[in-house]
T-cell receptor, first 115, second 114 residues
Framework: ETGVTQSPTHLIKTRGQQVTLRCSSQ?????VSWYQQALGQGPQFIFQ???????GRGNFPPRFSGLQFPNYSSELNVNALELDDSALYLC??????????????FGPGTRLTVL | AQSVTQLGSHVSVSEGALVLLRCNYS??????LFWYVQYPNQGLQLLLK??????LVKGINGFEAEFKKSETSFHLTKPSAHMSDAAEYFC????????????FGQGTRLTINP
């Protein structure tokens, strides 16, 4: 069984550019959540997708957007990059949206650096 | 208000010594709590979770945590530290704000001294 994978591993962009990060969920999982982890901080919830629909959002501006595809893989798009967007972006998949009993499995993350 | 608070951003213990990582939660948090571990350059791995079944929860790699409602705490312990335990540890709770999301503490970096 393949776990959660993310691509690319590392990425360097400049301010104002746009970036797309990708996540392949674990087999059988229909829910994907995205988190931003700044250096030295805990992960912060960006949004969640459940069966191809956005199912909730954290305190992130609209330039953070996403998609979930029929195979439940997902993309995170960030427009107009800012220096503060530099972080590790984590994707987590789960077999359902109810997190009290559905374990989230995390990918290794994409390290984004904005110069 | 912060849902989960980890006391101590950095804990250092000797190999073989007791590991104690502290986590307190706010009363608004549902009775589900998690501990995750993050090794360098890796994603998060679930160590253990509390789901109201038993107050003492055993996890992987010899870790355990006790849910204490009277103290609003869910501290992580391991009787004897191993060098391989060096990592970042996060306490987390699911809260509902639109979607059900995990809210993480700030993390505690555990260093093991030989």
């Amino acid at each position: 069984e393949t776990g959660v994978t993310q691509s690319p591993t590392h990425l360097i962009k400049t301010r104002g550019q746009q970036v797309t990060l990708r996540c392949s969920s674990q087999s059988g999982h229909n829910t994907v959540s995205w988190y931003q982890q700044a250096l030295g901080q805990g992960p912060q919830f960006i949004f969640q997708y459940y069966r191809e629909e956005e199912n909730g959002r954290g305190n992130f501006p609209p330039r953070f957007s996403g998609l979930q595809f029929p195979n439940y893989s997902s993309e995170l798009n960030v427009n107009a990059l800012e220096l503060d967007d530099s972080a590790l972006y984590l994707c987590a998949s789960s077999p359902g949206a109810e997190l009290s009993y559905n374990e989230q499995f995390f990918g290794p993350g994409t390290r984004l650096t904005v110069l | 208000a912060q849902s989960v608070t980890q006391l101590g951003s950095h804990v250092s213990v000797s190999e073989g010594a007791l590991v104690l990582l502290r986590c307190n939660y706010s009363s608004s948090v549902p009775p589900y709590l998690f501990w995750y571990v993050q090794y360098p350059n890796q994603g998060l791995q679930l160590l253990l979770k509390y789901t109201s079944a038993a107050t003492l929860v055993k996890g992987i790699n010899g870790f355990e945590a006790e849910f204490k409602k009277s103290e609003t705490s869910f501290h992580l312990t391991k009787p004897s530290a191993h060098m391989s335990d060096a990592a970042e540890y996060f306490c987390a709770a699911p809260i509902i704000q639109g979607a059900q999301k995990l809210v993480f503490g700030q993390g505690t970096r555990l260093t093991i001294n030989p």
